[in-house]
């Protein structure tokens, strides 16, 4: 049985005079090279007048990713590429505005470069040999009471290092796992009504060395041809050099595409993620930003989750400061990947700590800074087309407050919880202060007008509306429940 998720073809290659990598994409029927390799080629003395040739193409048809996402490129350039010491070939390859560095080559590509697809026949592979190997069994037997959790012990082949812990019980949760000494841990939730007993040796899931992806999560899809999915492309100044380099001087007229979403490769959103390491000549530097969130937030459920990108981080944050959600349900909360919720000072929060963290995104947030004013900066986009809040908004409110709180170990206890908000009728006026507390603010109104703007700023964890007592029109409703439904949206 083969693994769930495979790696990706990455390789070596030759290209502008300098040494990069790529990955080879069946897929694909164009190879791809993104401007961040274009402007790291110049920066290393690469002479782009002589080693790119850029294309006048007269085929104008529309290109769309796997996800048939509509894709939009600068230029059609040609020039001489080698893959791990094949043969040489002069490739076309589309310019994508990217600050990544990472070349896709496609379908048009592969027969000149001397990359072939086979199909092969091997003997039959032992099932059995190969489960034995991967299966992920109870170390030791647990029982785990009705509503409870408890830390369960996994066996491993690994002796030491992180794997991907694939579950085959749906009250499991799949993740990546710490192992020491041939044993991981997992936190589990019993949420049945009666005792759940899990015996020794008992096998539930299996190990995976593969780069982990949830099939679970509600999350926006990637896909091999997807280097950065279509953005509005930007003018700043920092690659105009190279844009000249390239076109000997001739205007680009830029098309800005249809739709943008937030996406894990593109290092402008709240998706993204990092590589782990950063790639500074022939150089790599770590990045330290995938961490247990024990070492983050104080005394958090399910202690051993990592997060691999800033709005993970900032949704778990959000639900762990909520007072309207149980304690007892926060775990259970945080692995429901159907729950999206955000705060602009837990989405800041997240900010803060992946800038600290990531090199990638320290130098993207420093550059974006340097080279751009505040109205020349695109807004945010959208994770999906029917997102709870207004994104570009929250984003660009979390950036400011990240800017005011740098990262610090003990930032987290700079956060507020999130207080509920009670809307009683008339005839609670003189007990909102004794129904008020640390965690809930209570106010009381007698007709829809009399509910203040000022009682719905700021950040809460909910809104709880309670139906007057008296008569009143619906058209008297409409600007509240816009300004109640803002509020929950914030």
């Known amino acids: 049985m083969t693994a769930a998720y495979g790696k990706p073809y990455i390789y070596d290659i030759e290209i502008f005079g300098i040494l990069a990598k790529a990955m080879i994409d069946t897929g694909s029927v164009i190879s791809i090279v993104p401007m961040g390799l274009l ?37 059609l350039i ?54 034995s190997d991967t299966a992920a069994k109870v170390a030791k037997r647990c029982i785990i009471p009705p509503g409870a959790a408890r830390t369960l012990l996994l066996s491993c082949q690994t002796k030491e290092g992180e794997q991907i812990f694939n579950s085959s019980d749906e009250r499991i949760a799949s993740g990546v796992c710490r192992i020491s000494d041939n044993v991981a841990s997992v936190s589990v939730r019993n949420r049945g009504s009666e005792p759940w007993v899990i015996r020794e040796g008992e096998p539930i899931g299996e190990w995976s060395a593969d780069n982990w992806y949830d099939p679970r999560t509600r999350d926006i899809p990637g896909d091999m041809l997807e280097l950065n999915r279509a953005g509005e492309l930007r003018q700043d100044k920092d690659f105009k050099p190279v844009i000249e380099a390239v076109e000997a001087n001739r205007q680009i007229e830029v098309q800005i595409p249809r739709s943008r979403r937030s996406v894990r ?11 782990g390491a950063y790639e500074l000549g022939e150089q790599s530097t770590p990045c330290h930003s995938v961490v247990q969130w024990s070492k983050i937030v104080d005394n958090p459920p399910l202690p051993d989750l990592m997060f691999k990108s800033i709005f993970e981080l900032a949704r778990a944050v959000t639900i762990l400061r909520q007072t309207h959600v149980p304690a007892e349900w926060r775990a259970a909360t945080i692995v429901d990947q159907s729950y999206i919720t955000l705060s602009a000072s837990s989405l800041g929060f997240a900010i803060s700590f992946f800038r600290a963290n990531c090199l990638h995104l320290a130098a993207y947030c420093r550059q974006s800074l340097v080279s751009s004013s505040s109205s020349e900066r695109l807004p945010h986009p959208p994770r999906h087309t029917e997102d709870p809040f207004e994104l570009a908004s929250l984003v660009a409110e979390a950036q400011q407050w990240s800017y005011a709180h740098p990262w610090k170990q003990g930032l987290w206890r700079e956060l507020p919880i999130l207080k509920t908000l009670i ?10 202060q004794n129904i ?34 008296y008569y009143a029109p619906v058209l008297s409703w409409q600007p509240i429940w816009e300004r109640i439904m803002g509020a929950v949206a914030r």
């Open 39 to 75: 402007k790291r080629a110049q920066r290393e003395g690469a002479d782009l007048d002589k080693s790119v040739t850029v294309m006048n193409s007269t085929d104008n048809r529309p290109i769309f990713d796997a996800s048939g996402n509509a894709m939009s490129f600068l230029k």
């Open 78 to 131: 040609a020039a001489n590429v080698r893959i791990q010491e094949a043969q040489w070939a002069r490739v076309q390859l589309h310019v994508q505005d990217s600050p990544e560095t990472l070349v896709l080559i496609g379908a048009n590509a592969l027969k000149a470069l001397g990359i072939d697809v086979t199909l092969t026949r091997r003997g039959a592979i032992n099932d059995e040999s190969i489960a």
């Open 265 to 275: 490769t593109d290092i402008s959103t709240i998706d993204y993620r990092c590589p």
């Open 423 to 432: 809307l009683l009728p008339s005839g609670f006026q003189e007990h909102v």
């Open 436 to 469: 008020s507390s640390a965690r809930q603010v209570a106010y009381a109104y007698t007709t829809p007008k009399e509910i203040r703007a000022e009682w719905l700023a700021g950040e809460w964890s909910a809104v709880i509306l309670f139906s007057s007592t």
